[in-house]
C-alpha cells in the first residue's frame, strides 16, 4: 500500500511453513518499509496510524482444495474484506489477495491511498485484474 504523502509503504506480511501453509492464527503481520530512509528500513505501525492502516483482530485461517485463504480486513474498511490465498506451484510459494473490486472478486494488486493532514483520508483506489484477465480500478471516497 503506498500513499500520497512520501515514498514510505504499508506492507502486509503473510507468514508461511515450507509447506506454504499459514504460521499461527493470526498469520498477516503490518508493518511500514522506511523508503525515505533506505530500502530495508521498517517499523511497526503507530497506534494513531491503526484506524487507516491496521487489520481488524480476526484472521479466519482455512484449507481449501488449492492450498490455503487467509481473510483479514482492513480497520478503516471491515466491511470489505480480503482473502489471501497460498498455493505451492513449481515448487515455490504463490500467494495472492482477493476483494470485490466494482461487481466482482478479482485480484488485488496495489492500494493507493491519499492522505492529507494531519490524519485525513481522502480516497483509497483499489487496482486489480479481474476474471477476465483486465486491470479493474475503483475509487473509494469516505
Given at each position: ?12 506480511a503473510l ?33 494513531v ?14 484449507a481449501?482444495?488449492e ?16 482473502d489471501?490465498t ?25 492500494v493507493?491511498?491519499k492522505t ?8 483509497v ?7 477476465d484477465?483486465?486491470p ?7
Open positions: 500500500m503506498s500513499r500520497s504523502e512520501n515514498r514510505n509503504q504499508v506492507h502486509y507468514s508461511l511453513d515450507e509447506a506454504c501453509r499459514p504460521v499461527g492464527t493470526r498469520p498477516v503481520h503490518v508493518y511500514w518499509r522506511m523508503l525515505e530512509r533506505g530500502p530495508s528500513e521498517v517499523e511497526e505501525l503507530l497506534g496510524e491503526q484506524p487507516v492502516y491496521g487489520l481488524e483482530d480476526s484472521q479466519t485461517v482455512e481449501t482444495a492450498g490455503w485463504r487467509v481473510r483479514v480486513s482492513l480497520k478503516a474498511f471491515p466491511s470489505r474484506p480480503i489471501i497460498t498455493a505451492r506451484v513449481d515448487g515455490k510459494c504463490q500467494v495472492q489477495a482477493w476483494t470485490k473490486l466494482g461487481n466482482s472478486v478479482s485480484r488485488l494488486e496495489h493507493f491511498v492529507s493532514w494531519p490524519f485525513t483520508v481522502d480516497f483506489r483499489l487496482d486489480g485484474v479481474g476474471p484477465g483486465q479493474v480500478h475503483e475509487l473509494i471516497r469516505q
